[in-house]
């Protein structure tokens, strides 16, 4: 494969982040994104995220080689921006960890990736999407999503982020999608800025309890289909929500690596950034891996896709 940067000078290391181990991490691999969704929190203020590729391919592997073996890496998830835009870097470097996966917008076609996960983004039926991913956008994704060759072995799942403006189309969206060829549908909420009010966040979390319950509800009419855990889903609610979050919350054991100024890697407070509010956290992944670790037993980043 031809990757960038292989007449170059040698590749630098990657900044020191301790010597502590990170089963699991995730990695921006592009700032870059031909969609503007409203709700992204990778293009937040406060957020690494200057959209010129600055880290050339031959660094990026160097660098998550090293950091795979500096901090015990098994699990590393690929996003951006949009990851397809450099894709060939993604699948070279997709070989590296054990456990790879990909989060991706789906208009540049489903990577084929056998034995990995591959999450597709879309927030609703066509006019909600649309609203939020841009015009046509739900249709150049079920196109993508429909042409691929369901037996490549890949995992492939669509995930809706939940805001209060989308949340009236969640059970429209199953309903549209349940004769896709994918693997199933995720659901997860959105994470606001600190202090935000808009459109896209509930002020409190007892709001956003009825469309927990109604996510629940879903997984009842669609036991196969929706991939969620319904323990889980209770550990979201108001009542609960609050024991596992902030210094308490079990995505802090994963490494986010964004790319910063001047092309160097940064870890950013967490996944979602550096300006979020953990008190309205409505990451799935979060909830699901405090599940988890309550049963004693070890998620990694995909296993909230796989309930
Ligand atoms: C930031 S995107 C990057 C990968 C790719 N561009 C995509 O859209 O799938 C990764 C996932 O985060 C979700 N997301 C973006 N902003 C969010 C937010 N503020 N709260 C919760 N999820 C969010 C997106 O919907 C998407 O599923
Ligand atoms: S496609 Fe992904 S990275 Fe791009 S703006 Fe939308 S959520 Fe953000
Ligand atoms: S915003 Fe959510 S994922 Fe980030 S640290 Fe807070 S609780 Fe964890």
């Known amino acids: 494969m031809a990757i960038d940067g292989s007449r170059a000078a040698p590749p630098t290391d990657p900044p020191d982040f301790g010597t502590r181990e990170f089963p699991a991490a995730l990695v921006n691999v592009t700032n870059r994104c031909n969609l503007k969704c409203t709700h992204c929190f990778v293009y937040r203020d406060a957020n690494p995220n200057a959209s010129i590729d600055k880290m050339n391919d031959a660094t990026m592997l160097h660098q998550l080689e090293v950091l795979r073996d500096r901090h015990g890496i098994k699990s590393m998830l690929f996003m951006g921006g949009e990851p397809m835009v450099r894709h060939r870097l993604v699948l070279a470097a ?103 009010r808009s459109d896209l966040a509930w002020d409190t979390n007892q709001e956003r309890d009825e469309v927990v319950e109604r996510v629940m509800a879903l997984k009842e009419a669609y036991p196969d289909l929706v991939r969620a855990n319904v323990a889980t889903l209770r550990l979201m609610k108001s009542d609960q929500c609050g024991d596992h979050i902030d210094d308490r919350c079990a995505l802090k054991a994963m490494l986010p690596l964004y790319v910063g100024d ?41 296993t909230p896709l796989r309930d």
């Not at 940064?266 to 550096?274: A, P, V």
């Open 262 to 302: 001047g092309g160097v890697f940064e870890r950013t407070f967490c996944c979602y950034g550096n300006d979020v509010d953990c008190n309205r956290c409505g990451a799935y992944a979060v909830f699901n891996a405090a599940r988890h670790r309550q049963q004693g037993s070890t998620p990694g980043p995909t």
């Open 94 to 196: 997709m070989s590296l960890f054990e456990d790879p996966s990909i989060v991706t917008n789906g208009t540049y076609g489903i990577p084929s990736v056998p034995g990995c996960l591959v999450t597709v983004s879309l927030d609703g039926p066509p006019e909600e999407n649309d609203a939020i991913r841009g015009q046509g956008v739900f249709d150049r994704v079920e196109q993508s999503i429909r042409g691929r060759d369901r037996g490549d072995g890949s995992i492939v799942m669509l995930q809706m982020a939940i805001t209060k403006e989308n949340s009236p189309g969640i059970e429209r969206f199953v309903d549209v999608v349940a004769d896709w060829p994918v693997d199933g549908v995720a659901f997860t909420f959105y994470v606001p800025r600190k202090g935000e």
